[in-house]
T-cell receptor
């Protein structure tokens, strides 16, 4: 089955700097890659996703890139703000949609003022 | 629009006791998921429902876990008997349909087994 590895497990950056989180996956048939943000005491919330027919997607300060050949994808957050502090999870799924998401282990991002 | 509702938010029980978690998905969402999230880990799928049918329960430990979604709306996940290793957060999510649609998560139920 699918296996998703996420790095780093913790990341601390200065406010205003950029943060990058990377994930690799094992199943070459996976074609849907969402990123979730989880704040303390809350469930994960989708922040951006990408499908395998696209190499990059951007939404304001957040971007995701996908390299299907290397089987890895990354989350980029620019101009980080204190409210970006949270745990971020990548995930991968086969098929047309998000039926069976396999999540990475998570990255705890801390934005230092 | 109301999000996914879960109750209780917290539950503390003794080992070998039964426990049940309830989830009400977003109105109109046909697909419902139960996930297990251990401390410091990502969520792991336990079971997925399409309306009232469990279409993927391959990860559900059926010796002690059971789930139901009788009318295709809200759902209950039960553990009987609970073990110490069951301490975790149990997340419910829903999506409009399984194909290409976002999963929306509830806040979860934090279970502590003593």
């Amino acid at each position: 089955g699918e296996n998703v590895e996420q790095h780093p497990s913790t990341l601390s950056v200065q406010e205003g700097d950029s943060a990058v989180i990377k994930c690799t996956y094992s199943d070459s048939a996976s074609n849907y890659f969402p990123w979730y943000k989880q704040e303390l005491g809350k469930g994960p919330q989708l922040i951006i996703d990408i499908r395998s027919n696209v190499g990059e997607k951007k939404d304001q300060r957040i971007a995701v890139t996908l390299n299907k050949t290397a089987k890895h994808f990354s989350l980029h957050i620019t101009e980080t703000q204190p409210e970006d502090s949270a745990v971020y999870f990548c995930a991968a799924s086969r098929g047309q949609g998000a039926q069976k998401l396999v999540f990475g282990q998570g990255t705890r991002l801390t934005i230092n003022p | 629009e109301a999000g996914v509702v879960q109750s209780p938010r917290y539950k503390i029980i003794e080992k070998k006791q039964p426990v049940a978690f309830w989830c009400n998905p977003i109105s109109g969402h046909n697909t419902l998921y139960w996930y297990l999230q251990n401390l410091g880990q990502g969520p792991e799928l336990l079971i997925r429902y399409e309306n009232e049918e469990a279409v993927d329960d391959s990860q559900l430990p059926k010796d002690r876990f059971s789930a139901e979604r009788l009318k295709g709306v809200d759902s209950t996940l039960k553990i009987q008997p609970a073990e110490l290793g069951d301490s975790a957060v149990y997340l419910c999510a829903s999506s409009l349909d399984p194909l290409g649609s976002t999963q929306y998560f509830g806040p979860g139920t934090r279970l502590t087994v003593l």
